[in-house]
């Protein structure tokens, strides 16, 4: 199954001030969620950004707040996205059914959103390359565990050309320089 651009929207889940620092490779993960939400807002496609207990872990980093320019923020407090009451309604409300699901920590809110809203038939892809954990084994088990429940897991550039769909486009060459 292909991402379609106007079948799907993007949810970075908890890439937040004080939990980043704590994270293995948090910088990769960080640049390619800004990618996506970059990418997201020029191609019109829908995103979502959460934000676990901000009292204690703080706001998205600056760099997902600045790039997330027309994205619908919300705070939580289940580790998955689709526990939190009035989430679902907001991802529904889209009219898409394919939702791209990145952030931190992959192996506790990213792995519970993406099963959560797989189990109420969303089609979800985990953006692996935009995920990561404290630890890389925390991560892979997730990631594995993701897999076998039916999650696709696919990369940053997937996600981008299956957006583009062609090249030679205005969109192809607006988004171009976020692939080289």
Not at 75 to 92: D, M, N, S, T
Not at 98 to 114: D, F, K, N, S
Request: charged share 25%.
């Amino acid at each position: 199954m292909l991402i379609r651009r106007e079948d799907s929207l993007l949810l970075v889940v908890d890439v937040q001030e004080k939990l980043a620092p704590a994270i293995h490779d948090a910088e990769t993960a960080t640049a390619n969620n800004v990618r996506l939400l970059t990418a997201a807002d020029q191609l019109a496609v829908p995103a979502f950004v959460s934000e676990q207990y901000v009292r204690g872990l703080g706001h998205s980093v600056p760099a997902i707040r600045a790039a997330a320019v027309n994205a619908e923020f919300f705070e939580k407090i289940h580790f998955g996205c689709a526990a939190e009451p009035g989430v679902v309604e907001r991802l529904l409300a889209t009219g898409r059914r394919q939702i791209l699901v990145t952030g931190m920590e992959t192996h506790v809110c990213v792995l519970q959103t993406a099963l959560g809203l797989k189990a109420l038939d969303f089609d979800v892809f985990l953006v692996a390359d935009a995920a990561s954990s404290r630890t890389l084994e925390n991560r892979q088990l997730a990631i594995d565990r993701l897999r076998a429940c039916g999650v696709h897991i696919v990369t940053t550039e997937m996600v981008l050309f299956e957006w583009l769909d062609r090249a030679g486009t205005d969109d192809f060459r607006s988004i171009l320089p976020l692939i080289k």
